[in-house]
């Protein structure tokens, strides 16, 4: 009777053992399915933070561009308010002399 009590115990020890290990195994099989993601993570990762820094370069080389356009922009209504300014001069100085003429023939 000690035997079979023996027998059962080790049967079932055996038992026990085996599924720990069929659990082991399916736990580092998991792992290794995690490792690989987290190493697909990071390449992705990678892939984003590179993107993000050729968008961050794109949007500065924009930033420069239409600071340049901004000023050229500027400068050209500097040009035509000083052309404006001459013009509105030159019309009123030419409207005096118009009116001294007109004084002078009439």
Partial sequence: MNENRIEN???Q???????IQTEQ????SKFKEMKSDIAEMKCEIKE???QQESIQNRLEKLETISE?????ILER???LERDQ???WEKTARNEREIGNIK???G
């Fill in 9 to 11: 115990m080790l049967s």
């Fill in 13 to 19: 020890l055996i038992s026990m053992v085996g599924s």
């Fill in 25 to 28: 195994q399916a736990m580092k």
């Fill in 48 to 50: 984003v933070k590179q």
């Fill in 68 to 72: 340049e356009r901004h000023k050229e």
């Fill in 77 to 79: 209504f500097e040009s």
């Fill in 85 to 87: 300014d001459f013009i």
């Fill in 103 to 105: 004084r002078q023939m």
